[in-house]
């Protein structure tokens, strides 16, 4: 059974920095691609980062570029999103997913198992 497990979350000032990890078990993770999304409250979840299986086309959302950095360890089997300059505008429950698929991978539809998320709140 895939498992996701995501960390780092919590409560930092704007302009601030946060490091989430999510943690894959389940299946062969250097064969899959990985995508952090967020969703805020009464929003729709969207897509932040993205990463193929062999780390390439890394993608990101216009919000969140040159800010966020996406990367993984496929010795760890994690995927880390470093998050630099955080703004409240950021603030959203983070969750990690993993994908069979190596394109469109900032649609949730590509992604077939979710984390149960981590809180990230941005204060003023």
């Known amino acids: 059974q895939v498992q996701l497990v995501e960390s780092g979350g919590g409560l930092v000032q704007a302009g601030g920095s946060l490091r989430l990890s999510c943690a894959a078990s389940g299946r062969t993770f250097s064969s899959y691609s990985m995508g952090w999304f967020r969703q805020a409250p009464g929003l729709e979840r969207e897509s932040v980062a993205a990463i193929r299986w062999d780390s390439g086309n890394i993608y990101y959302a216009d919000s969140v570029k040159g800010r966020f950095t996406l990367s993984r360890d496929n010795a760890k089997n994690t995927v880390y999103l470093q998050m630099d300059s955080l703004k409240p505008e950021d603030t959203a429950v983070y969750y990690c997913?993993?994908?069979?698929?190596?394109?469109?991978?900032?649609?949730?539809?590509?992604?077939?198992?979710w984390g149960q998320g981590t809180q990230v709140t941005v204060s003023s």
């Open positions: 997913a993993t994908s069979r698929y190596s394109y469109d991978l900032r649609y949730a539809r590509q992604y077939d198992y």
